[in-house]
């Protein structure tokens, strides 16, 4: 079964700093990974994903995501904070298996970013 | 993009009632579903795997009989709380998928209040 690791709960960085999230993965094949967003109170946006090909990838907002096989890692980058990307992220992998639970996600614990000004 | 609906976006309903959540896909059909329930401070878990025309396939620990998921037609389900407690309380979002699809996209998330 699949699994993912988020080791960090909680981040704080100055608006305008660089930003790292780190996700980790259990996977017995290739992966499909995610990053997701959430606002409080609000559903997931969907930031990037990864299916194959270049493992650097590029979603809204100005994040990126690199894929790294064998550190079975997809952390997320900003170089550049703003305030208004204050929010919970959730790594996510997908289910690639047949059968009826095929595409399910299985999540991340989630990390809070906040952002001092 | 592809939408999915969720509503109501909040409801408060009494203890011993039952609560009914829709998922729509507004602009293509979902074959399959999925239901999320997240607690407070937590991550998202799966409930439920909901594919149009067949019983939805349950999480171990889920309650079959409490959380009722009927996938009727490829634009709607629907996650009917039977019964609800207090403990029910918690924020449910669904997500939708088409035939060959590469990814789910959400809905907006139901944040039940059981009083």
């Known amino acids: 079964a699949q699994s993912v690791t988020q080791p960090d709960i909680h981040i704080t960085v100055s608006e305008g700093a660089s930003l790292e999230l780190r996700c980790n993965y259990s996977?017995?094949?290739?992966?499909?990974l995610f990053w997701y967003v959430q606002s409080p109170g609000q559903g997931l946006q969907l930031l990037l994903k990864?299916?194959?090909?270049?493992?650097l990838v590029q979603g809204i907002k100005g994040f990126e995501a690199e894929f790294k096989r064998s550190q079975s890692s997809f952390n997320l980058r900003k170089p550049s904070v703003h305030w208004s990307d204050a929010a919970e992220y959730f790594c996510?992998?997908?289910?690639?298996?047949?059968?009826?639970?095929?595409?399910?996600?299985?999540f991340g614990q989630g990390t809070i970013l906040t952002v001092h000004p | 993009g592809a939408v999915v609906s969720q509503h109501p976006s909040r409801v408060i309903c009494k203890s011993g009632t039952s609560v009914k959540i829709e998922c729509r896909s507004l602009?293509?059909?979902?074959?399959?579903m999925f239901w999320y329930r997240q607690f407070p401070k937590k991550s998202l878990m799966l409930m439920a795997t909901?594919?149009?025309?067949?019983?939805?396939?349950?999480e171990q620990g889920v309650e079959k009989d409490k959380f009722l998921i009927n996938h009727a037609s490829l634009t709607l389900s629907t996650l009917t709380v039977t019964s609800a407690h207090p403990e029910d309380s918690s924020f449910y979002i669904c997500?939708?998928?088409?035939?060959?699809?590469?990814?789910?996209?959400f809905g907006q998330g139901t944040r039940l209040t059981v009083v």
């Open positions: 997500s939708a998928r088409n035939s060959g699809g590469t990814e789910a996209f």
């Open positions: 909901s594919n149009e025309g067949s019983k939805a396939t349950y």
């Open positions: 996977y017995g094949a290739t992966p499909y």
């Open positions: 602009d293509f059909q979902a074959t399959t």
């Open positions: 996510a992998v997908r289910a690639n298996a047949g059968g009826t639970s095929y595409g399910k996600l299985t």
């Open positions: 990864y299916f194959s090909g270049d493992t």
